[in-house]
C-alpha cells in the first residue's frame, strides 16, 4: 500500500479557489478551532487522526445533545443561484461547504455517526472490505418542500474520515425525481439513477447545469473507497476492486415504519420520524451491483449500516458540513472493458459543449426572472411545480422571450 498525503494540494486549492487563508494553527494564524469558517479545510484539521476529526466535527454537528436544533429555512430568494453557482466546486475534496456558498439543494437533513460492516466473501477492497466506524451519515430531502408538496425526494450521504488526509464521500439517491411517497425510507438509494426523459423541462435546464459538473451526470463514483483505507493509505490500482454501482437498502421494520402522518391537524415532518429511529438501529443493507446488467450484472449485499448515535437534525449540518461528489469517469479506468458498452447504454455521457451546458445566466427580476423576496418566490416555486410539474420551467420561459 502507498502513502496518501493530500493536504498541501488540499490548502493550495482552497487558498486559489476561496481565498482564505489555512494556516497552521499558532501565533497569528486566522483559525482556531472548528467554530472558526473553512476550519474543516484547514492543514491543522486534515492532518489529525480520523478519531479527532470526527470529535471536531461532531462537536459542531451536536453542540447539545439535549437541545433539538430546527431545520434551516429554505432559500428560497437564492434559489437560482443553483444556475449561476461553479459546479466544479460539489467535486472538491472538503468537509465543509465553501465559503459564502449555501445548500439550495439538500437543504434540510438529520445527521448520525454510523458503522460501515463488511459482509464476509463480496470480494472488493479498501475499505468496502474493511469497513469503518468513523463514518458520519446524512439523510437529507433533495428539493425544498410546501404546503401542496406530493411527496419526498430523499437522498443519502456517507462521509469516511482517514487519518491526515481528505475524506472520502458517497452519496445516493432513488431518483431526481419526486417519489409521490412520504415514506423517506420506501425505495433504495443509489450511486445511479435514471436520466431524465429527453427534452423534458429537466433536462433542458438542470441537466445542463448538472454536465457542467461531471459529463455523467447520473451517477457518482465509488471507486476511492475501493482504493482507500482509513488509516490515510491506499491500494495500487491493479489491487482495487470496485462494483459497477451502489444501493442502500433500509431494512424492516424501518422501510415501512413512516409515512404520511398527521398529529394535532399537522403533517409530522420526514426528518422528525427518522430522529424516533435510535442508537443501535441497523437502518440499511448496502448492496453492490457487480457490473452492468447488461454486462450481466446482479445484486449481492456488502455491508450493512448500523447508527452509532441517534439521528440529529443540525444547523451546521443544513449550512457547513459538506460531501464531496467523486465523478464516475474516476471508477472507469478499474472496469473491465466488457462493461463499457453496457454502461455507456444505460448511463449517457454528456460533452461540455455550448449546447449541452447551461452557464450562468439567469434572467433579471424585471425581465421576467426569479422573485428576490421569500414569499413571491416560494409562491413561484409552488405555481412552477404544480403548473408545469417542474420549478425549472420560467428559464424555458425566459429563454424562449429571448
Known sequence: MLNKTMTVALALTASLT???SLEAEGPGTKLDGPEDLSWFLSEVYQSKPRQDKMQDIWRMIVPDPLVSEAPIDFHWAEWPTTFTQDMQLSFTSSDEMPVGRKKFAHTQGVVAQVKWTPI???????MLKTGSQDVIMRLSETAMLHEKSTGLTPSVAFKFLRDGTSSDNIVA?????NSGSWNFLERPMKTRVAPFAPDSCEDQTIRKKLVEGSQWPFSCGISHVARDHAD??????????VPYELAFEALAPYDAAYDYEIVDGEQVQWYDQLKRIKAGATLFQVNALTAPVGAGGVWVPIATIELLTDLYTS???DTR???SHERVNHDRIYWPKTWFKADGQSDPRWAKTEENTWGNWVPAEE???????DADAKAMYMDQQQTHGCPFYWLIEAMQDL
Open 315 to 317: 444547523t451546521f449540518g
Open 232 to 241: 490515510g493509505t491506499f491500494l495500487p490500482d491493479e489491487d482495487v476492486i
Open 367 to 373: 425581465d421576467g426572472g426569479w422573485p428576490s423576496n
Open 18 to 20: 476561496w481565498g482564505i
Open 321 to 323: 458540513l459538506f460531501f
Open 173 to 177: 439517491m432513488p431518483s431526481f425525481s
Open 120 to 126: 464476509e466473501g463480496h470480494g472488493y477492497s479498501g
